[in-house]
């Protein structure tokens, strides 16, 4: 089998030789031919694609079908970015028809045929459920900020300006129902915008 191996140090690290011995080893071993290597130095597993340039190179040459193995030391070192994003990258070897093997991971690997569609339905299953909860937990935080929002009088989005200002903006309006935002603003020499946001926010 033709395997590439990629492997990525952070920062923090000082080279992937110690991933690269033992993965060279694995494939002696298991009679395989590494046929390319991508190593990412110095770069967060947090990262994108688009961050990390062997990680893009090395996706193009599955998609070419440059090798049939994928060999990593863990799966944190292909990517650190959740489930969502580790599931994504599986799906994209698996469609090029490239398996993935992790060295410190048998339960990981996919170049079992037999395990390979289970493993990616688990890990699809439990990124559904990322999702899920990632849109529950921004919901929660709108609902957050509208509900504080709604107890201080402020409208979402509403500008935050000097509170004698707003009291004034206030009193002129009041005081001149026809007025308009623009007038106001050149009495008190402040951004007509600021004047029609607030306006805006308590006619809700």
């Not at 489930?83 to 990258?89: A, E, P, S, W």
């Amino acid at each position: 089998m033709r395997v590439a191996i990629y492997a990525r140090v952070s920062t923090s690290e000082q080279d992937a030789d110690n991933q690269l011995t033992q993965l060279r080893a694995w494939c002696v071993a298991a009679g395989h031919a590494v046929v390319a290597e991508f190593i990412d130095h110095g770069i967060s597993g947090a990262k994108g694609a688009d961050k990390r340039p062997r990680l893009s190179e090395m996706l193009l040459a599955a998609h070419r079908r440059e090798f049939d193995i994928l060999l990593v030391w863990a799966i944190d070192r292909l990517t650190r970015e959740g489930m969502v994003k580790t599931v994504g990258y599986l799906q994209q070897l698996s469609a090029a028809g490239v398996a993935f093997h992790s060295y410190t991971e048998p339960v990981l690997c996919s170049d079992n045929e037999m395990v390979r569609d289970i493993l990616l339905a688990v890990m699809a299953s439990l990124a559904r459920a990322e999702r899920q909860k990632i849109s529950e937990r921004t919901k929660a935080g709108l609902d957050r900020v509208r509900a504080h929002g709604s107890k201080s009088g402020r409208a979402i989005g509403r500008p935050t300006i000097d509170s004698h200002i707003r009291n004034r903006i206030q009193q002129i309006a009041n005081e001149r129902r026809s007025i308009t935002p623009n007038a106001i603003s050149k009495m008190l020499k402040c951004d007509p915008k600021i004047v029609k946001k607030y306006l805006a926010g308590t006619s809700q």
